[in-house]
């Protein structure tokens, strides 16, 4: 045993340091004053003592004086020695220099003591023999630590080791485990971040209910102080955490606390069980019962937490019926046992049991309890029981409960909620084929233009008043849910196809009734819903998806109507399930790098020498090696081996579920990163890059675009934005506001598609780009239609005249090429220039390395 002689006059200071030793592991022995003190130094050997902590004050000098007598004697002199005192004191600081093991430490400072006590310890006095070191704990009581995780590991690794710990080092869980598998270990450091893993967590759970890992215990290594961080630890199994900005010494003497509990551990078996009762009960609750189940005693700290005042009002009662709920209280049925009595008679341990109690006033709470049997000789005398009250924590279960599973706007279950209720009713159908249930799946119409047009609190208000319709309108064994924003599902128990038709198209006619009204917009609110049966042999992805059919088809169909959802409907069936299989692939490749970038070059027509043009496409570019390159990336799709996926086949899909926008900010990243490359190696280099109107109108997506141009440092004349005209002109306030922030900052921007939009030339004016790219079904046929030529004509003349470039597309022979030079277009992009190249990292200078680089032919 490590015991500390504790000498202190002031109650209040005794207690406080008596459970920061006892916490620490340290066996301490109070003497209320010097005189106590005195004595016992007189009848006591020092090499019984492991430190000495002493109160100092100069009220009682007479006796004081004696005291520092008796501390003078040679044994008592080499004991480590630590004095506490708030107010300076001319005499200690002339005493206690004649104490080479010694240190004075402000009164407030119990935190440091532990470190200080700890560093006493491990340097003696030159003379002293080293096998007084050596009684430190995990220097020859073989305490071995398993560290897992964390780039801390090796600083951690060299404390312990200096410390004679003897010490591994796991790289991750799988390691830890086969490692702990082959050796035993007394403390296991994890570094917090290894928790923050679903597998880190599985680990540490594992560890802690796995009997052979009893005597293990847990460290959770955290970089600074954070509640949740020390609560989630200590909800895990933790029993300790040290944090990385505390000091060497401190973490040290913290593992040493924990090493010289497990030291005790080892020593004996039987002491071990009531040493983990009381060690887990500072600051908590504790009581004793005799083999019967009677009441011995009962700590002050469980008085208060009970309400007893008096010690009669519960020694020598049955535990059972004075703080215990009965079990089969709490469940109305008198069979069931209380587990708590159980243990006391048998002698049984229990660890993290949570029960009710009692206290004196009726009021119940919550707690936590650790029983271990109480031996005396080898003889069970009865049992040690812990308690803690968790009523608070329950009490925010409860409530995390209720969040975890409610939509915080309209209070109906979350989505999180319905799913495991949907797969609870798939299951119940499977066992029970008779039974039959439905899923309706409820998504408003057009309702984005409500919050485009009167805003989210309009849109907020309507959901509210819809999910409370909703509610009042099912029966009380259905479940309502919001999926998230404008979908919503209800989970229809015991009900037949005819019925759960009935019961949508009800639901469709009450919310037909719930209406936006404003001096600027009025809104009536419309439903589409797909209904899926519940049956047996589903899962219930099946059910959720065939809703999901249903509800696009009655979109289709006109919306604002119910569709069924049939098993012989093949052919909607394939058409819903290839739009989800699209989804789920973008969603895909934006996660695994499923995309490419392609890029096709930009060609100023004043250089070509129209004397001597190739007759066949795909060959001019190789002849202009000497000028600056400039080029429009292209994004594909990669499908497997060499193949790619044209862009017309998966842009639609990705408009449609509201991925393009992603697509564009990868583009822009990809992109940046590539022609930064270029530029640095010295080239000469350019990039256009695409924006569709859905990134346009994101915010959070155009911010993330200019946070990626900032941190880039490319020059804004390395890159240009095209837009499509007609996404433009849908939203031109937000595409001018986004064109105009974006060119004060140097960047340049091009109208894609010149052509193809409504009132294309009296809105040129009002878009402030750079360059005007005319669009391709004008460019390919001009030199055959006079009417494409004459429209290419004047959207050249008319770009000039506002001060911007134009590009033509789809050059695809020389014909069009002297065609367009006549008409005084500026620059060509098209087949007949190159078509779309794989890499641009070198610049190809001969047509067999260009068409060795445009194999893919996709545009």
């Known amino acids: 045993m490590y015991r500390i002689l504790l000498i202190e006059n002031s109650h209040t200071q005794r207690f406080a340091l008596y459970q920061t030793l006892q916490a620490a592991g340290y066996d301490p022995v109070e003497c209320q004053d010097y005189w106590q003190a005195i004595n016992l130094l007189r009848v006591s050997k020092a090499h019984e003592w492991h430190s000495i902590v002493l109160g100092w004050v100069e009220n009682e000098p007479e006796l004081l004086g004696l005291l520092q007598i008796a501390l003078d004697a040679p044994a008592w002199s080499q004991v480590p020695l630590v004095v506490l005192t708030d107010e300076p004191s001319t005499e200690l600081?002339?005493?206690l220099p004649t104490h080479p093991r010694s240190c004075r430490l402000d009164q407030a400072q119990h935190a440091e003591l532990l470190d200080h006590l700890s560093w006493l310890q491990q340097n003696p006095e030159p003379g002293r023999q080293s096998t007084e070191v050596d009684e430190e704990p995990g220097r020859s009581n073989g305490v071995n630590v398993l560290l897992l995780g964390g780039h801390d590991s090796t600083r951690y690794e060299e404390i312990l080791r200096s410390a004679r710990y003897s010490v591994s080092i796991a790289a991750n869980v799988n390691v830890a485990l086969e490692t702990l598998s082959h050796q035993k270990f007394d403390i296991l450091m994890v570094d917090y971040l290894v928790l923050s893993s679903d597998a880190g967590r599985g680990f540490i759970q594992d560890i802690q209910s796995n009997a052979e890992f009893r005597r293990l215990r847990s460290v959770v290594m955290i970089s600074a102080y954070d509640d949740k961080?020390?609560?989630?630890?200590?909800?895990?199994?933790?029993?300790?955490?040290?944090?990385?900005?505390?000091?060497?010494?401190?973490?040290?003497?913290?593992?040493?606390?924990?090493?010289?509990?497990?030291?005790?551990?080892?020593?004996?078996?039987?002491?071990?069980?009531?040493?983990?009762?009381?060690?887990?009960?500072?600051?908590?609750?504790?009581?004793?019962?005799?083999?019967?189940?009677?009441?011995?005693?009962?700590n002050p700290a469980g008085r208060r937490m009970l309400g007893f005042q008096h010690s009669d009002q519960y020694v020598g009662k049955p535990a059972m019926q004075t703080i215990h709920v009965q079990d089969s209280k709490r469940r109305d049925d008198a069979d069931v046992a209380d587990e708590l009595t159980n243990a006391y008679l048998s002698g049984a341990e229990m660890d993290h049991w949570e029960t009710l109690f009692v206290r004196s006033n009726g009021r119940k709470i919550n707690v936590v309890c650790t029983v271990a049997p109480l031996r005396v000789n080898g003889v069970r005398q009865g049992s040690v029981v812990a308690f803690r009250?968790?009523?608070?924590?329950?009490?925010?279960?409860?409530?995390?409960?209720?969040?975890?599973?409610?939509?915080?706007?309209?209070?109906?279950?979350?989505?999180?909620?319905?799913?495991?209720?949907?797969?609870?009713?798939?299951?119940?159908?499977?066992?029970?084929?008779?039974?039959?249930?439905?899923?309706?799946?409820?998504?408003f119409d057009q309702f984005k233009y409500l919050n485009d047009t009167a805003g989210h609190d309009a849109g907020d208000k309507l959901l509210l008043e819809a999910s409370q319709r909703l509610k009042e309108c099912v029966r009380t064994s259905d479940d309502v849910a919001r999926l998230g924003g404008d979908e919503f599902a209800v989970i229809l128990r015991d009900v037949t196809q005819e019925e759960a038709m009935y019961i949508a198209e009800h639901l469709r006619n009450i919310l037909q009734e719930v209406a936006f009204v404003s001096e600027e917009i009025s809104f009536k609110l419309g439903i589409s819903t797909g209904i899926a049966m519940i049956e047996a042999n589903m899962q219930d992805k099946d059910v959720l998806a065939n809703a999901d059919i249903a509800c696009g088809?009655?979109?289709?169909?006109?919306?604002?109507?119910?569709?069924?959802?049939?098993?012989?409907?093949?052919?909607?069936?394939?058409?819903?399930?290839?739009?989800?299989?699209?989804?789920?692939?973008?969603?895909?490749?934006?996660?695994?790098?499923?995309?490419?970038?392609?890029?096709?070059?930009?060609?100023?027509?004043?250089?070509?020498?129209?004397?001597?043009?190739?007759?066949?496409?795909?060959r001019?570019?190789?002849?202009?090696?000497?000028?600056?390159?400039?080029?429009?990336?292209?994004?594909?799709?990669?499908?497997?081996?060499?193949?790619?996926?044209?862009?017309?086949?998966?842009?639609?899909?990705?408009?449609?579920?509201?991925?393009?926008?992603?697509?564009?900010?990868?583009?822009?990243?990809?992109?940046?990163?590539?022609?930064?490359?270029?530029?640095?190696?010295?080239?000469?280099?350019?990039?256009?890059?695409?924006?569709?109107?859905?990134?346009?109108?994101?915010?959070?997506?155009?911010?993330?675009?200019?946070?990626?141009?900032?941190?880039?440092d490319l020059p804004p004349a390395s890159l240009v934005f095209e837009i499509t005209e007609t996404s433009a002109i849908e939203k031109m306030d937000v595409a001018r506001n986004f064109i105009e922030s974006m060119r004060r900052q140097g960047w340049r921007f091009a109208l894609d598609d010149f052509g193809t939009g409504f009132s294309s030339f009296s809105q040129l004016k009002h878009l402030p780009v750079d360059i005007v790219k005319i669009d391709g079904q004008f460019v390919k046929d001009m030199f055959h239609d006079p009417i494409d030529r004459a429209?290419?004509?004047?959207?050249?003349?008319?770009?000039?005249?506002?001060?911007?470039?134009?590009?033509?597309?789809y050059v695809e022979n020389a014909e069009t090429l002297q065609l367009l030079a006549e008409c005084g277009v500026d620059s060509a992009q098209g087949y007949y220039v190159c078509e779309p190249m794989v890499s641009v990292d070198e610049r190809v200078d001969n047509v067999s390395e260009m068409k060795r680089l445009t194999s893919r032919g996709l545009n």
């Not at 890059?689 to 990626?708: F, M, P, W």
């Open 93 to 95: 600081e002339d005493w």
């Open 229 to 298: 961080a020390v609560q989630e630890s200590l909800e895990l199994g933790a029993v300790e955490c040290v944090f990385k900005t505390e000091t060497d010494k401190l973490f040290l003497a913290r593992i040493d606390a924990l090493a010289r509990l497990l030291v005790l551990q080892k020593t004996s078996e039987t002491e071990r069980h009531r040493f983990e009762a009381i060690i887990g009960s500072v600051g908590e609750g504790v009581y004793g019962v005799d083999i019967q189940g009677d009441i011995t005693f009962l």
């Open 389 to 443: 009250d968790i009523t608070d924590r329950k009490r925010m279960e409860r409530r995390l409960i209720w969040q975890a599973t409610r939509d915080p706007l309209t209070d109906l279950y979350n989505r999180r909620f319905f799913e495991r209720a949907l797969s609870r009713e798939v299951s119940k159908i499977n066992n029970n084929p008779t039974a039959r249930s439905a899923l309706l799946y409820i998504d």
């Open 553 to 618: 088809i009655a979109k289709r169909k006109g919306r604002n109507q119910s569709y069924l959802y049939s098993h012989e409907s093949t052919s909607d069936k394939e058409m819903m399930s290839e739009e989800i299989a699209w989804s789920s692939r973008l969603s895909k490749a934006l996660e695994s790098e499923g995309f490419m970038l392609e890029y096709q070059p930009i060609l100023p027509i004043n250089e070509v020498d129209f004397d001597n043009l190739p007759s066949e496409p795909n």
């Open 620 to 712: 001019l570019w190789a002849d202009f090696s000497h000028l600056p390159d400039h080029y429009e990336v292209l994004v594909r799709l990669e499908d497997g081996g060499d193949d790619v996926v044209s862009p017309s086949a998966f842009l639609p899909m990705a408009e449609r579920f509201n991925l393009i926008q992603h697509i564009d900010l990868w583009v822009v990243k990809e992109a940046s990163r590539a022609l930064k490359k270029l530029l640095e190696q010295g080239r000469l280099v350019s990039f256009s890059v695409n924006l569709s109107g859905t990134t346009l109108n994101s915010s959070a997506i155009l911010n993330e675009i200019e946070k990626e141009l900032k941190a880039s």
């Open 791 to 809: 429209i290419v004509i004047a959207i050249n003349e008319i770009a000039h005249s506002l001060g911007m470039e134009t590009v033509a597309e």
